[in-house]
Nanobody, 116 residues
Framework: QVQLVESGGGLVQPGESLRLSCVAS????????MGWYRQTPGKQREVVAI???????IYTNSVKGRFTISRGNAKNTVDLQMNSLKPEDTAVYYC??????????WGQGTQVTVSS
């Protein structure tokens, strides 16, 4: 079984920073991508940032230049450094893991709230 555990969410003021972390455990051979998605009430879940097994990074336009996705040396962790946070970044953030020829896996979500 595969488990994803996220941490690092919280309440911050506009302009501040947060760092989200996701640790994957279990049978996680042949990782193809790890990524962060977010969702607000009444809206579809959207991609924020993805990093591939070849270390290619993809960002949604609204976070380019502010967010940075990275993987740990052990390759089973993925972090999202979020700088210059805006109120519109408020959402539940989910970690997603994709494996070769297997179903995707999702974390339980962590709340990020940006408010003055």
């Amino acid at each position: 079984q595969v488990q994803l555990v996220e941490s690092g969410g919280g309440l911050v003021q506009p302009g501040e920073s947060l760092r989200l972390s996701c640790v994957a455990s279990g049978n996680i051979s042949n990782i193809t991508t790890m990524g962060w998605y977010r969702q607000t009430p009444g809206k579809q879940r959207e991609v924020v940032a993805i990093i591939t097994s070849a270390d290619i990074r993809i960002y949604t336009n609204s976070v380019k230049g502010r967010f940075t996705i990275s993987r740990g040396n052990a390759k089973n962790t993925v972090d999202l450094q979020m700088n210059s946070l805006k109120p519109e970044d408020t959402a539940v953030y989910y970690c997603r893991l994709t494996l070769l020829n297997r179903p995707d896996y999702w974390g339980q979500g962590t709340q990020v709230t940006v408010s003055s």
